[in-house]
């Protein structure tokens, strides 16, 4: 079964925002606006992970940083 998605974090939680405009979505689980995919609960949970894994390497590059300052 297909679902709308989040291409950022895999959440389902998003929302169609502009009527007007029909790619514009809004994911509320990471505050993503924007086109939205379609996908499985497997693709979903690949993104999640994914995002999950790409803010632990934000968050370990901005305190790397703040120790230099």
């Known amino acids: ?3 709308k998605i989040c291409p950022r974090c895999g959440s389902k939680n998003v929302k169609w925002i502009i009527p007007q405009n029909w790619s514009t979505w809004e994911c509320h689980d990471c505050d993503y606006t924007g ?3 379609e996908g499985n609960e497997e693709m979903s ?3 999640h992970e994914s995002f999950i894994e790409s803010q632990k390497h934000t968050k370990k590059d901005i305190d ?3 120790e230099e300052n």
Do not use: T, W
């Open 35 to 37: 086109p939205i995919i």
């Open 1 to 3: 079964m297909l679902f």
């Open 45 to 47: 949970k690949e993104i």
């Open 64 to 66: 790397e940083e703040c």
